[in-house]
């Protein structure tokens, strides 16, 4: 049993270690940095980064004592076509959405306890953009995440809800959230239909997020979400802008007839 959890822990840490890649570009980091950002020591770091090394999903950079992304990533990611149908169903209605309205809109999924921006549709060139494909946050944290959890049983939102609890009280955020506070907000989401932020993370800015159910097995829960001023967000403004995405996207995805 205590090789089985040595085990584990090596591969949690090798995963992690490929989190904190993902989030910087070509530059990579130095193992300290790796050690750092990962919570551990950094001879541990180094022998999760060895076997990363091995199996070309981490490489050196030019710097010497960097590391970044292999080339085994997007060779992986090249071969996992599970989304994209799911994903080109949807593309049209979110960009319908953005040219009408002018947001950017995001296409989020679950991976695990974290909720990942799978696409991005944008028709402005003012906005600065919040996150891209393939930006991570924990699941709970904006109104995309918000909405997946909705669409969970809830014994399956909450053990996530408590498994991100210590990460809600980290994430950068304008006012206090916590796990009780992302637990309520989950349920109103249940009952209104889709989830509402209210400032917690922008300044200025809130966001809808609207539950896009998997209609079967080869497709995900996904959720629409787009950021919005606060100024604009009272209820009648809430209700008729995700009344007009639900008018942009195909009514099918949504189990309307």
């Known amino acids: 049993m205590a090789g089985l959890n040595a085990s584990s822990l090596n591969a949690e840490r090798a995963l992690e270690i490929l989190l904190v890649l993902g989030e910087v570009g070509p530059e990579g980091l130095s193992l300290s940095e790796i050690a750092r950002r990962i919570g551990g020591a ?59 309205t002018g947001f950017t809109v995001y296409l989020m999924v679950q991976a695990g306890v974290d909720a990942v921006c799978a696409e991005m549709v944008s028709r402005s060139t003012r906005r600065q953009f919040t996150m891209g494909v393939g930006a991570r946050v924990p699941m709970g944290v904006a109104a995309g995440s918000l909405a997946l959890l909705s669409m969970l049983p809830e014994d399956a939102a909450a053990t ?61 829960n996904v959720a629409v979400s787009f950021n919005a001023p606060l100024e604009m967000m009272n209820d009648d403004w809430i209700e008729a802008t995700i009344n007009e995405l639900r008018d942009c996207l195909d009514p099918h995805l949504l189990g309307s007839p």
């Open 42 to 100: 950094k001879s541990a770091a180094h022998r999760s980064l060895a076997a990363l090394l091995n199996k070309g999903f981490a490489e050196p950079t030019g710097r010497y004592g960097h590391y970044r992304l292999g080339p085994a990533i997007p060779m992986i990611a090249g071969r996992q076509e599970r989304l994209e149908p799911q994903i080109q169903l949807i593309r049209p209605g979110m960009t319908e959405f953005a040219r009408r």
């Open 160 to 220: 996530i809800i408590k498994a991100n609890a210590e990460r809600y009280l980290r994430h950068p955020a304008l006012r206090h959230v916590d796990a009780t506070l992302i637990a309520q907000s989950v349920a109103e989401a249940r009952t209104r239909g889709y989830a509402i932020n209210m400032g917690f993370y922008l300044p200025g800015e809130g966001g809808l997020g609207l539950p896009v159910p998997r209609r079967g097995l080869y497709e995900v």
